[in-house]
């Protein structure tokens, strides 16, 4: 069955998304070490039809690669260097920890679980990856706006608010 992943690249580790068969939702998957993620990406593309990599990319608020988008290119171009018949994507990550955590809240994930920085990061990567599906669909969220961030988590001045 045809699978589309998502990445949330970071220097120690990698969270991964992966579409269900129709490409609807995305469900976390797991969490790899840096080093290891080409690898079990292997693996994982013997056993699902893997059609498409989204990776997340690291964009600052005005529009410009983050720091970390030098580390994401250089991924970029491993990943199509030993999976060239696999077309690649990127998507903005803006925000997708925060909207982890607030996840992580309201699903109810305890404290001791909520510190795991694992579930972050594929919780990331589930959210990068439904993020590109309903972009290409035209389904996006209607409570979400074009930014993917919902408006009672931004202050005017742009900045992620806390809840308190």
Excluded: W
């Excluded at 964009?59 to 030993?82: C, G, I, Q, W, Y």
């Excluded at 109810?108 to 993020?131: E, N, P, T, W």
């Excluded at 969220?141 to 074009?146: E, G, R």
């Amino acid at each position: 069955m045809d699978r589309i992943v998502g990445i949330d690249y970071g220097r120690k580790r990698v969270g991964l998304a992966v579409s269900d068969p129709l490409g609807i939702f995305a469900s976390a998957l797991d969490t790899v070490h840096s080093a290891k993620i080409i690898d079990y990406l292997e693996k994982y593309a013997e056993k699902e039809n893997v059609v498409k990599f989204v990776v997340g990319y690291p964009m600052n608020m005005d529009n410009t690669p983050s720091e970390a988008a030098k580390d994401v290119d250089a991924f970029l171009n491993l990943l199509r260097k030993h999976f060239p018949d696999v077309p690649v994507e990127t998507e903005d990550e803006r925000f997708t920890s925060v909207l982890a955590h607030r996840a992580m809240i309201d699903g109810g994930m305890k404290l001791k679980d909520r510190r795991d920085k694992s579930s972050v990061d594929k919780i990331s990567a589930a959210i990068i990856l439904q993020s590109y599906m309903d972009r290409q669909s035209g389904q996006g969220c209607p409570a979400m706006p074009p930014s993917g961030i919902p408006d009672s988590l931004v202050s005017t001045s742009g900045r992620i608010r806390r809840r308190r």
